[in-house]
């Protein structure tokens, strides 16, 4: 089997197997909801580099907040595009995080 075959069967196993196998970390979400409250009252979306399926990013949306998800893998994209299909204040972008371009400056404060 060669090198593609072999990334693009560990892409489809992550994207199958990522939610069960990666569970929430004590105070993660917590964590992500104290810090998207403020990014959301300042008027701005939250980036979530590295979205996968979206299992952080899915529930700051739910929460109302606005949310940019980027990941590299399409595949883990369009398993959280389709979780979350009814919420139009998230965006889910495909870009590799070491160079990716979002039409806008995101502003932290």
Same mark, same amino acid.
């Given at each position: 089997?060669?090198?593609? =075959?072999?990334?693009?069967?560990? !892409?489809?196993?992550? &994207?199958?197997?990522? #939610?069960? /196998?990666v569970?929430?970390?004590p105070?993660?979400?917590?964590?992500?909801?104290?810090?998207?409250?403020?990014?959301?009252?300042a008027?701005?979306?939250?980036l979530?580099?590295a979205?996968?399926?979206?299992r952080? =990013?899915?529930?700051?949306?739910? !929460?109302?907040?606005? &949310?940019?998800?980027? #990941?590299? /893998?399409?595949?883990?994209?369009?398993?959280?595009?389709q979780?979350?299909?009814?919420?139009?204040?998230?965006?889910?972008?495909?870009?590799?995080?070491r160079?990716f371009?979002?039409?806008?400056?995101?502003?932290w404060?």
């Amino acid at each position: 089997m060669d090198q593609l =075959a072999n990334e693009q069967n560990a !892409d489809e196993f992550y &994207v199958q197997t990522y #939610d069960d /196998s990666v569970p929430d970390w004590p105070g993660e979400i917590d964590f992500y909801r104290e810090i998207a409250a403020k990014v959301k009252s300042a008027g701005e979306p939250v980036l979530e580099v590295a979205c996968g399926r979206g299992r952080v =990013a899915i529930r700051l949306a739910r !929460d109302g907040v606005r &949310v940019v998800g980027l #990941d590299l /893998s399409s595949k883990m994209l369009d398993t959280a595009r389709q979780k979350s299909l009814e919420m139009s204040h998230m965006r889910r972008i495909e870009g590799d995080v070491r160079s990716f371009e979002l039409g806008k400056r995101l502003i932290w404060r």
